[in-house]
């Protein structure tokens, strides 16, 4: 039986900084802070749903959670295991365990190889199967994603690409691995498709005893398959708690705007849940505002956010906020 309060995944005030132009250039060398002091933990067998913005380090932090990307700062660790600074050697053990699905299945897929071969890759590389065992393995992931056998053959531009994004998920499960960090899977799908990966993602994770980290910036897609929720902005978590918790009481404004946003059957007393229109762009992560990076957005900012940032800290038992004035619901 899963251990639900068993961690699988955990980052330690984590960070990424990206290197820009050049010292021959006016403005010289640059820093971005896609990624900045971010702690969370995932627990084995459930799904934690990472949601903001376009531009606030999601894809970025996704990254880090399966070292495509170096660590700038802080710890990763995995099964209990600090994967920080292992090098690709080092990590290659890890990989059939660790696996991602991507946004784009078109970018994602080698157009100029078959996809029975691209789905066989990982076997081939971190398995001792025969040719066979190796085809008959294909042939069952692309049974469990809802492909047919004869689909082995074809190439990616061949399919739609709700198909070739199960054809991703093939490829991602082909190992067993126990976390799929799965960036924004339905984002460039129709919505009818959206629902049929999304029902088969449910499934896969009841049948293999998947663990998930689920990217979107659709709240409802999240809230539909999320266990516990993470709102990101400008690199940084600023709330984390139970899925329906955080959208039935949002405790941080920049989670309240978001949430309000989210379209519902159900109404108010008082007629249609009141909008929560968010004023100014998103700040730069070049040049962060200083405090809460939050506060030149936020509708009820006081001295105190532009200068002091806040830490994450617990706000209920299962609730953390990064607020100094988070809403009391």
């Not at 961690?7 to 802070?33: D, N, Q």
């Not at 076997?123 to 066979?132: E, F, N, Q, V």
């Not at 929720?229 to 940084?236: D, F, P, R, T, W």
């Amino acid at each position: 039986m899963t251990d639900r309060n068993q961690p699988i995944l955990e980052t330690r005030a984590l960070g990424k900084r990206f290197s820009i132009g050049t010292r021959f250039s006016a403005e010289g060398r640059r820093t971005v802070h896609a990624v900045d002091n971010v702690s969370l933990t995932v627990r084995r067998g459930e799904t934690v749903g990472l949601v903001g913005e376009s531009g606030c380090g999601k894809s970025t932090l996704a990254r880090c959670l399966v070292r495509l990307y170096d660590i700038s700062d802080g710890q990763l660790i995995f099964e209990g295991d600090d994967i920080t600074g292992k090098s690709l050697a080092e990590l290659r053990p890890l990989r059939r365990r660790l696996q991602m699905v991507f946004q784009d299945p078109s970018a994602s897929l080698n157009p100029r190889r078959r996809v029975g071969d691209l789905v066989a890759e990982p076997l081939r590389i971190h398995t001792k199967l025969s040719s066979a065992e190796i085809a008959r393995r294909v042939a069952e992931l692309f049974d469990l994603v809802g492909l047919l056998p004869d689909h082995v053959m074809r190439y990616p531009h061949e399919f739609s690409g709700g198909q070739r994004q199960r054809v991703g998920i093939a490829r991602a499960i082909a190992l067993n691995p126990d976390l799929v960090v799965l960036d924004e899977p339905v984002s460039a799908l129709d919505v009818s498709v959206q629902a049929q990966i999304v029902n088969l993602l449910a499934d896969l994770q009841e049948k293999l005893n998947l663990t998930y980290v689920f990217i979107a910036h659709d709240l409802s897609v999240v809230r539909q398959v999320s266990t516990r929720i993470a709102v990101m902005y400008l690199g940084s978590i600023v709330e984390e708690g139970p899925a329906e918790e955080v959208f039935a009481t949002p405790a941080h404004p920049y989670s309240q705007a978001l949430i309000s946003a989210v379209p519902i059957v159900e109404t108010t007393p008082g007629g249609m849940r009141k909008r929560i229109i968010l004023t100014g762009d998103v700040p730069s992560p070049l040049k962060p505002p200083p405090g809460c990076r939050f506060h030149p957005r936020c509708p009820v900012a006081q001295d105190r956010c532009r200068t002091e940032r806040p830490q994450v800290r617990d706000f209920r038992p299962g609730r953390k906020v990064a607020c100094h004035f988070p809403v009391a619901s």
